[in-house]
């Protein structure tokens, strides 16, 4: 069974590509505003995944390596970081290795 499949439930509307989050691990799930530009982020524990997607296009290099260190202070050893197409940490001193096109593996 595909992790969409195990974790996802489909929009009863046909037209649409939106999912809900199946309601028995609801409760394991937090999203979080916060402002990629602080120096320190107020999150606290350690993070399974993250999308940071379409973002990192916004700033410059130097300052994207800056966030992605942050993000992945907060990201469990192993846990996930998702980036858009558009983006690359080509070339940048960040704790992850590329597993996927997008997806990134925190070590």
Request: proline share 4%; glycine share 6%; aromatic share 12%.
């Amino acid at each position: 069974m595909s992790l969409r499949h195990k974790y996802l439930l489909r929009s009863k509307d046909t037209t649409t590509s939106l999912v809900k989050i199946k309601p028995e691990i609801q409760g394991n799930v937090q999203f979080e505003y916060l402002n990629l530009m602080d120096k320190h982020y107020s999150i606290t524990g350690e993070m399974d995944v993250v999308f940071f997607r379409n973002v990192a296009i916004y700033f410059d290099k130097s300052t994207q390596e800056e966030i992605v260190n942050k993000i992945c202070r907060h990201l469990k050893p192993g846990g996930y970081l998702f980036i858009g197409h558009s983006e690359s940490l080509f070339n940048m001193e960040v704790p992850v290795e590329q597993i996927g096109p997008t997806v990134y593996r925190r070590l």
